[in-house]
């Protein structure tokens, strides 16, 4: 009995709902003009006119957006981008020019080490027999006897040198392959 | 607590340290006992107001006092040349050196004359 009441009770709705639909869809055919005083068509033709106005507006607007977007931006930004690139382009030649021929131009000027101050010291250390042969300090004794016989032949008595400078030369050469002993110690 | 770890490790860190600088100083005087740097140093003092002599000059460039000032220079060319190519840069020096200690000595008589 209850079970049935209910299959009663969904029957009369499944009426009652298309009674609506129908009902509905009348009202808006047959009173568009006449639409005010109900509120019921006015509800219904609120949104019916907010899709149909939005939907194309909207796309007017976007297509407007885009095209405004798409176009504006190129024309008006390529022109100078390039005219700066081309200046710049030019100024950068002009200065490669210029610093070609000032290159070319330019004087040949040796570079100047500041020679040693006063003589030789009274007793030789290893430090300037090393600076009088042009060698380090730990240098080998086959660079240290090349280096001798270089620099004597550059500074020898018989063609043009002197005897004081081939005498320290080869003490030079004595002190570096350890012949003779080094300075006396400081301390 | 805390600040005896602290006072610990500051002590501890000190003391590496202070050995270590003492270790590197003796090293640095070994150093330079050997290579003669401090010998070098001590004369640089005496050096620094003093400058190459008369005697030594005249030795370096391998002249007489009977030299004249054109024989001088050619000398001084000769050997200043030959040290640029094959000789050393001090050698070179010593060279210049010399001649700028006799210049003043033969300048001033051909000034008077």
Request: charged share 20%; with cysteine.
């Amino acid at each position: 009995m209850w079970n049935r009441r209910i299959g009663s009770n969904s029957l009369v709705c499944n009426p009652l709902r298309n009674g609506d639909r129908r009902v509905s869809a009348v009202s808006t055919r047959a009173r568009p003009p006449s639409g005010i005083p109900h509120l019921q068509p006015v509800s219904c033709c609120e949104p019916i006119q907010w899709r149909f106005h939005s939907s194309p507006c909207g796309r007017k607007d976007s297509v407007n957006h885009f095209q405004i977007l798409a176009a504006s931006p190129v024309p008006m930004a390529t022109p100078l981008i390039a005219g700066l690139a081309v200046a710049a382009a030019a100024l950068a030649g002009r200065y490669s020019i210029q610093a070609w021929n000032a290159y070319k131009a330019r004087p040949v000027v040796p570079r100047m080490r500041k020679f040693y101050e006063g003589g030789f010291q009274p007793t030789m250390t290893r430090r300037e027999a090393a600076l009088i042969l042009g060698v380090r300090e730990t240098a080998s004794a086959e660079k240290v006897k090349e280096a001798h016989k270089r620099v004597m032949v550059a500074n020898h008595p018989d063609a043009g040198g002197s005897h004081y400078l081939a005498s320290k030369i080869n003490e030079a050469k004595d002190v570096m392959t350890g012949k003779t002993k080094g300075g006396g110690s400081a301390f | 607590m805390a600040g005896r770890l602290l006072a610990n490790l500051i002590v501890m860190g000190g003391t590496v340290v202070g050995r270590a600088m003492l270790q590197a100083y003796r090293q640095a005087i070994v150093n330079a006992n050997k290579t003669g740097a401090a010998q070098e140093a001590i004369n640089g003092i005496r050096r620094a107001s003093k400058a190459m002599t008369e005697q030594e000059a005249r030795q370096i460039l391998g002249i007489s006092e009977n030299s004249t000032w054109e024989e001088i220079v050619q000398k001084y060319d000769t050997m200043f040349e030959r040290n640029n190519k094959n000789g050393s840069f001090y050698l070179q020096s010593k060279v210049h050196r010399a001649k700028e200690c006799l210049e003043p000595l033969y300048q001033k008589p051909d000034v008077l004359n």
